[in-house]
Each structure stands twice: as structure tokens, then as C-alpha cells.
């Protein structure tokens, strides 16, 4: 292990639990000892949390005998015949990187708009390999503008370099809601999924080809399912395809230190299967 990976170890409470592997694998990734073999699976997302599903065409009733039918015209396949909801689905996927931030930052489709000093839509390298998601902006984020900065955002550099990575590298950073909840609270269902339509056009976007889930608001987000974290660790789940690792959020692990040894496992997880996505895709 390298003097500055060490250090990072260290930063993040990890140090004397891994063991050195030698030399040739200096830049590899060390895998804990007790590093779970994943669960290949798994959970395509089914419904989204609390979104409003489409609605369904009504099928005209059927013509009694006897009595003429009225004509009925076959709808128009017009934006203005949509529903405002599938309307601004359609408009979302269709935007570009510019367009899409200008619209988060002017969007007022749930009520975190009326308490944000700005939305954050996201930051890092457009065309990240990795993509990570988070929960939603705290109060140095809706600040700035950028998705974790503060002590949390220390803590998830010190985590991506514990893997060779960094933020601004070949990897993309968002979160599930993009404007902060008041006193920093959990964002609601409703709000996730006023919000994911953003979500998945940066993943839409971004095309990464692994998604990290930070926590359980990100994991509700990709996965449509409320899962408990502990449950979820060392398993593979998809988003649209693409793998899905769920750890702990940054600012969770401030606070329950002693989780910091999964969040490694975690990684480690993540790192693994991704050298698996680039060896495959190799071949
Ligand atoms: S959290 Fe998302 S959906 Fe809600 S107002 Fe902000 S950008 Fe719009």
C-alpha cells in the first residue's frame, strides 16, 4: 500500500484493517478479507416511489344495439393531448446538458423549490464511467451550488481516492432531489420522484457504466424500492442495466464511524465489478 493510500485508510478509519497484498498490485484494489462475493441480481425498477403513473387511454364503450354511435375521433398525437405530467417526462428527456440544468434550476415542480436558495443539479465528468448518487443538497451545498462539499464531501474524496478516483475524474456526482429539504430533512417519496425525471436523464446523459447509491433516499431513487441499507450491501442491483452498489451516505458515516469498514467493503464491491464491466467489455 502506497504511503498517500494509507493515509486515506487512516483518514477513513480503515487502516489496520486490511492487509497488505505486495507490490505487484500496488494499484489494485485490496479486497477485505471477509469482502462478501456479491449476489448477482436482481432488482429491475419496477414502479417508481410515489410517481404518478401515466395515465391509460380509455377505451370508447362499446356502441349499443340499435343507436348510432357518435364519431369518435382518434386522438392527436400532440404534446398539448398529453398529460401535463408525461409532457414534462417527454420535454426532460429530450434536453441536452445546458438545457438541463437551466431547467432544475428553474423548476418548481415539488415544494423544495420554495426553500432552496438554488437547485444543485450536479457536478463531475459528463462522462463518467462512474456515477455517484446522493440524497440531496445540505446547507453548504444549496450555498454553493455543488453537491457535497462540507465535511461530507471531504469524507466521499477521501473515500473515491481510497479507490484511485477522484471527482472530477471519470466520475459524475448527483443527487436523488436536487434542492435542499428544509433542516436538512430526508426528502419525502413524493419529492424523489417529482425529481427523478432529472435523475434519469443525467443518467441518460452520463451513460455510466456503474451507479452508486450513497445512502437510502439514492438507493429509493434507482431502485423504486425502499430498501434497508444493511440489506442491500454486497448484492448487485440495476438501474436501466446498469449495476448498482448501495452503501452509506457520507454523512451518515460522520456520524456511525464504526460503519466505515462496510462502506470499504463497499467500494471495494464497486471497484471489483467494475474491473469486471472493463474486462468484459474487452473481450
Ligand atoms: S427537488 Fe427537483 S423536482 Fe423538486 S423543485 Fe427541486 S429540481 Fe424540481
Not at 76 to 91: A, E, G, K, M, Y
Not at 151 to 172: E, F, H, P, S
Not at 192 to 215: F, H, N, S, T
Not at 252 to 263: C, E, P
Request: glycine share 8%; net charge positive.
Amino acid at each position: 500500500m502506497n504511503t498517500r493510500r494509507a493515509s486515506i485508510l487512516r483518514e477513513m478509519g480503515l487502516g489496520p484493517i486490511w492487509r497488505t497484498r505486495g507490490a505487484a498490485l500496488e494499484n489494485a484494489v485490496e479486497q477485505p478479507a471477509s469482502l462478501p462475493t456479491p449476489s448477482e441480481v436482481v432488482v429491475e425498477p419496477g414502479r417508481r416511489p410515489s410517481q404518478p403513473q401515466p395515465e391509460q387511454p380509455r377505451r370508447p364503450a362499446e356502441p349499443k344495439p340499435g343507436v348510432s354511435s357518435p364519431i369518435v375521433l382518434a386522438p392527436v398525437n400532440s404534446p398539448t393531448s398529453q398529460p401535463p405530467h408525461d409532457r414534462r417526462l417527454v420535454h426532460i428527456a429530450s434536453l441536452d446538458w445546458d438545457a438541463l440544468e437551466n431547467d432544475i434550476r428553474a423548476c418548481t415542480a415539488c415544494r423544495l423549490c420554495e426553500s432552496r436558495q438554488q437547485a444543485v443539479p450536479g457536478i463531475g465528468d459528463r462522462n463518467g464511467a462512474w456515477m455517484l448518487v446522493g440524497e440531496g443538497p445540505g446547507a453548504e451545498e444549496d450555498r454553493r451550488g455543488e453537491p457535497f462539499v462540507g465535511a461530507a464531501g471531504q469524507l466521499l474524496d477521501d473515500m473515491l481516492g481510497a479507490i484511485g478516483l477522484t471527482r472530477t475524474k471519470n466520475v459524475y456526482i448527483a443527487n436523488a432531489v436536487k434542492c435542499r429539504p428544509p433542516l436538512n430533512r430526508t426528502p419525502q417519496p413524493d419529492e424523489i420522484a417529482a425529481c427523478l425525471p432529472y435523475l434519469e436523464r443525467q443518467i441518460a446523459l452520463v451513460r455510466p457504466k456503474l451507479l452508486i447509491a450513497l445512502g437510502r433516499p439514492a438507493a429509493l431513487s434507482l431502485l423504486g424500492q425502499e430498501i434497508k441499507i444493511n440489506a442491500a450491501r454486497g448484492r448487485l442491483f440495476r438501474h436501466a442495466g446498469v449495476p448498482v452498489v448501495v452503501t452509506y451516505h457520507p454523512a451518515y458515516l460522520l456520524r456511525n464511524q464504526t460503519d466505515k469498514g462496510r462502506a470499504w467493503e463497499d467500494l471495494c464491491l464497486a471497484r471489483s465489478t467494475m474491473t469486471r464491466i472493463a474486462g468484459d467489455s474487452e473481450n
